[in-house]
């Protein structure tokens, strides 16, 4: 029986990685629950870092950088893109929406979610400067936050401690310290992780506020609104084998490759860009 090769031109492309990005190592948080989810699927993850925070820059450098890492991702053949960062999709995914046709799944804070959780109905919001400063997060609040009280907090520095992998440093508790007093100030019972770097501090958050705060974050809730729009598109990945992951970072850190393997878990392919 002969077997009829495979020409690439016929290779469905549901066969092609999918692109994830981030100013840094924060969007390895979403990462996992992507391959959780979907772990057929070959990744590709690049880590802007060389350029964060991206939560202090304006929307214009921020939709620039976006367009330099979406062309690469596309260069490698990412068949969707997912922007795992608040501030880039507050400030870029329409942009990139208009200049690119592959599908591209963003996120936002999740307050719908922690405004059905808070049982006294005051929710906090920790985020960039970018993300709680944005036109999106207005429209956020104006849809979902009407019946609760939403105390927000911009959280300067705290991207940067993850960034060098500071994850149970003492500076790092200090200023969740100071961030998290005020919302617990106000009253608030349940806080949103609305900066994918957050939830690799996520014990940290924890031993400040208590265990009776509840909180939320967003990765599980993107990596199966990915899964819906590759079911939609046709693009979802028939192979039965585990996809490779593979990393890209600009970082210029001497352990910006620990950094990366230690918030992903396990060895990792990691590449300069
Ligand atoms: N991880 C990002 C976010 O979700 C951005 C952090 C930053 O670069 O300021 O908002």
Redesign the pocket.
Known sequence: MSVKPILSSERSIAMDPIGVF???V??ISVLRHIHALLPHEQLLYVADSQY?????KTAEEIQSRCFVIADLLIAKGAKALVVA????TAAAIDAMRERYSLPIIGMEPAVKPAAEASKNGIIGVL??V??LKSAQFAALLESYGRNVEVVTQACIGL?ECIERGELTANSTKDLIRRYCTPLLAEGADTIVL????YPFVRDLISDVVGKDIVLVETGLAVASQLKNRLIEAGLLCASQSVGEVKFWTNSTAENAAQVIENLWGERAEIKAF
């Open positions: 981030d100013s840094g924060g969007g964060a925070p991206y939560g202090n960062c608040n501030t880039a985020a960039t970018g993300t991207v609305g900066c994918t770097h």
